[in-house]
T-cell receptor, first 111, second 114 residues
């Protein structure tokens, strides 16, 4: 079992460029999440998908879109990157209420 | 609104015991989780308390008092590898289809010194 995988691990973008962060899990979990982590800010929820075919906004959704492609995959898209989106992005999945299984993260810098 | 308070930094000596506190104010409450994160790594799940009391898992224990809106993580026999950030997180809502919301604290950076 690979658990939760994310690609890419690192990315540098220029302001205005677009990109998609990929996430996949092989644990047959229904729920998947995207978080961003900034220094001193903890983890903030961007979007989540309670089950295949559904997505909902979290605490900080502006500037992002998501797609739940199937039960395994949940992608995060930045349509027009801004320097404020420089962050570390974590994908997570769960089957239990208080538990999140996190991927290794994507370190994104927007210049 | 939701708020979780935990100390930003704690320093402790190798072999000692350290307690990391978390107090919360949330509109709903179903349980308290703890996560560990090493520098450059991903958060990893440590424990989850839905009921009052102490849960023990090896050197780590977690406590919850719902009446006091308070919990703590206790680390015993500290090792250098325990140097990491520790986050408390409150399960505070149900999003449907079996999905639950977690609100994370800002984290406590634990430094273990020789």
């Amino acid at each position: 079992n690979a658990g939760v995988t994310q690609t890419p691990k690192f990315q540098v973008l220029k302001t205005g460029q677009s990109m998609t962060l990929q996430c996949a899990q092989d644990m047959n979990h229904n729920s998947m999440y995207w978080y961003r982590q900034d220094p001193g800010m903890g983890l903030r929820l961007i979007y989540y998908s309670a089950s295949e075919g559904t997505t909902d906004k979290g605490e900080v959704p502006n500037g992002y879109n998501v797609s739940r492609l199937n039960k395994r995959e949940f992608s995060l898209r930045l349509e027009s990157a801004a320097p404020s989106q420089t962050s570390v992005y974590f994908c997570a999945s769960t089957i239990n209420p208080g538990v999140r299984f996190f991927g290794p993260g994507t370190r994104l810098t927007v210049l | 609104g939701q708020s979780l308070e935990q100390p930003s930094e704690v320093t402790a000596v190798e072999g000692a015991i350290v307690q990391i506190n978390c107090t919360y104010q949330t509109s709903g409450f179903y349980g308290l989780s703890w996560y560990q994160q090493h520098d450059g790594g991903a958060p990893t799940f440590l424990s989850y308390n839905a009921l009052d009391g102490l849960e023990e898992t090896g050197r780590f224990s977690s406590f919850l008092s719902r009446s006091d809106s308070y919990g703590y993580l206790l680390l015993q026999e500290l090792q250098m590898k325990d140097s990491a950030s520790y986050f408390c997180a409150v399960r505070d809502g149900y999003s449907g289809a079996g999905s639950y919301q977690l609100t994370f604290g800002k984290g406590t950076k634990l430094s273990v010194i020789p």
